[in-house]
């Protein structure tokens, strides 16, 4: 099966711009998750779509981020307007059972914000 | 709230020596417990788990064993290849989150020379 697609793979942008970064599941996985790696730190969580239902958003930094997940496939994760400290390497993972299974992490997208 | 410490890299070390890398947590109750590896261009990989204390973990001669009364969860493998140069993450699951979510260390990147 495939795995857990993001792209973009590597975004550059300016200070105050925009950023859409999507991830693909693995096909038939309710549970989709966002996480950051922000400066070679730990990988911190930002929020659980279980299909297009936000499960919990409590890791989200602030409201410059906008996570959707329509019809319960795909999810984007907006930042807008992008800040330096938003640098770093945003993964996608998935899961089919909340809880139980293990997630499949994607290769993650790259941000660099100058 | 629950945490994750691991020893800070980079860890250099020549084909065929040992390797240890510590992991310390901080969790209320019995959490799972995780090593996850990311290797140069991949996605996070689960590279082992335990779910309860005394369990060992172990895979592709990777092993670590929950330490209840040291609140540790140290990787070892007694001979390292090249192919073994990655970033290794140590995590966990806190038991009364069934979400899914994962609370991840720092990361330990790991590189082995011929």
């Known amino acids: 099966e495939a795995g857990v697609t993001q792209f973009p793979s590597h975004s550059v942008i300016e200070k105050g711009q925009t950023v859409t970064l999507r991830c693909d599941p693995i096909?038939?996985?309710?549970?989709l998750y966002w996480y950051r790696r922000v400066m070679g730190k730990e990988i911190k969580f930002l929020l659980h779509?279980?299909?297009?239902?936000?499960?919990?958003e409590s890791g989200m930094p602030n409201n410059r981020f906008l996570a959707e997940r329509t019809g319960g496939t795909y999810s984007t994760l907006k930042v807008q307007p992008a800040e330096l400290e938003d640098s770093g390497v945003y993964f996608c993972?998935?899961?089919?059972?909340?809880?139980?299974?293990?997630?499949?992490f994607g290769a993650g997208s790259r941000l660099t914000v100058l | 709230g629950d945490s994750v410490t691991q020893m800070e890299g980079p860890v250099t070390l020549s084909e065929e020596a040992f390797l240890t890398i510590n992991c310390t947590y901080t969790?209320?109750?019995?959490?799972?417990l995780f090593w996850y590896v990311q290797y140069p261009g991949e996605g996070l990989q689960l590279l082992l788990k335990?779910?309860?204390?005394?369990d060992k973990g172990s895979n592709k001669g990777f092993e670590a064993t929950y330490r209840k009364e040291t609140t540790s969860f140290h990787l070892e493998k007694g001979s390292v290849q090249v192919s073994d140069s990655a970033v290794y993450f140590c995590?966990?699951?806190?038991?009364?989150?069934?979400?899914?979510?994962?609370?991840f260390g720092q990361g330990t990147e790991l590189s082995v020379k011929p």
């Open positions: 993972a998935s899961s089919h059972r909340t809880g139980v299974d293990v997630l499949t």
């Open positions: 096909s038939g996985h309710d549970n």
């Open positions: 779509f279980v299909k297009e239902s936000k499960q919990d």
């Open positions: 969790a209320t109750g019995y959490p799972s």
């Open positions: 335990a779910t309860k204390a005394d």
């Open positions: 995590a966990l699951t806190p038991r009364y989150n069934q979400g899914g979510k994962l609370i």
